[in-house]
C-alpha cells in the first residue's frame, strides 16, 4: 500500500507592515496591465473562443496555445516578478527554503498567502513557487480581471457545468507564480489541481497557465496527459480527485505508484510548448506537470486559478493563508475572492 505524504505546514513569518496597501481592496483593474473593463458587450467578443475550441477542451481537459499577453506586458510582469525572487541567473545560493517570504525585499511581503523560494529543498532543482502576489503589486493584481482569460474561463467552466448555460460568472480563485532557474530548474510533478482544492466545493474550477517566456521541452514546458480530466476515486459515495502523491512536487513521477493499470496505459503525455504570452486552460482534474529547467535562460510562468460563482467552503479553517475563514457550507464571497466576469457584461 503506497503511504502518502502529510499536508505541510504553510506561515508567512514576514512582519505586517500596515503602510502597505493590500490591493485586493481594490476589486476591478487599477489600469496599469490594460486599462479597464468595458460596459460594451462587443468588447468581449474578441476573447470568446469557438465552438471546435470548447469541444476540444470537453474531450481532452485542457485548451493550448491561446494568446493573452502581449509580449510588452509580459516584459512588464518579468520586471514585477523580479521583486519575488531570491534568485537571479549568476547566483542561485539564496533560494534554499520554505516558508521564507520574510526574507524578500518587498514591502508587501506580508501579504502572500504562500512563498517557498525553493519548494523541493534540492539546491539542483530550484522551484520557486508562490501565492497572493495580486495583493502586492500593480500588474499581477490587474491580470485576474484580464477579459483575454476571464471570458474564455466563464466558456469553459460552463461546458462542464449542470446549469447547461454558455457562460458561468466567474470567481477568482488563488494565483500562484512558477519561477525555474537556467541549469537548475526543479521539476513539477504529476498532479491535479483539485486534489489540493477539496476544502472548496463543488468542482467547477479552472486553471489558467500563462507563459511569460517561451517553453520547450529542454527548459521544463507545461505538460498534460489527455482525458486525465476523467480519473477519480470513490468514497464514501463520492467521487473525489486522485490524492496528491508529493507536495514538494520534486518526485515527478510518484503518481505512478497510484495509478490503476488501465490509467498508466493512457498515461501518454504531450507538451503545451506555450510560446510567450501565450495560455493554456486546464479542467481541476487533468493530471500536468513539467520537468526541470536545464537551459541558460529561466523559465518563469504565471499561474490563475477559477471556480463559478456559488462554490463553497468544505471546511472551516481558512481557505488561503491570512484571510478570514468562511464557514463550512457557506459560498465564498468577499474581496479575497472578486467576481472577475459576469455574463450580465455581455
Known sequence: MTTLPERPIIINEAPINTDVLDLSTISEPIGELFGSLSANDASYTPYLLTTEQIEFYKNNGYLNQIRVLADEQCDRLLEEYKRFLLWN???????????????LDLPGRHLLHEYHSNQTGDPDNVLTHMLGHWRVTPLFHDLIFLPNV???????????????????????????LFAKPPFHGGPVAWHQDYSYWTRTEPMQHLTVHIALDDQTEENGTLQFVPGSHRWY??????????????FDFKDMDSIKAILTEEEKQ??????ALLKKGHASFHHPLMVHGSHGNHTALPRRSAVLNYFAEGT??????????????????QPIQGRFFPIVFDPKWL
Open 89 to 103: 541567473e549568476k547566483d542561485l545560493s539564496q533560494a534554499n527554503a520554505l516558508n521564507d517570504a520574510h526574507r
Open 150 to 176: 476571464t471570458v474564455p474561463t466563464s466558456q469553459l467552466i460552463a461546458a462542464c457545468h449542470p446549469s447547461d448555460k454558455k457562460f458561468v460568472p466567474v470567481q477568482f480563485w488563488h494565483d500562484q
Open 233 to 246: 476515486r470513490e468514497r464514501d459515495g463520492k467521487q473525489v480527485p486522485l490524492p496528491v502523491t508529493d
Open 266 to 271: 493512457q498515461f501518454q503525455p504531450v507538451p
Open 312 to 329: 463553497c467552503s468544505n471546511t472551516d479553517e481558512p481557505l488561503l493563508l491570512g484571510i478570514p475563514v468562511v464557514p463550512h457550507g
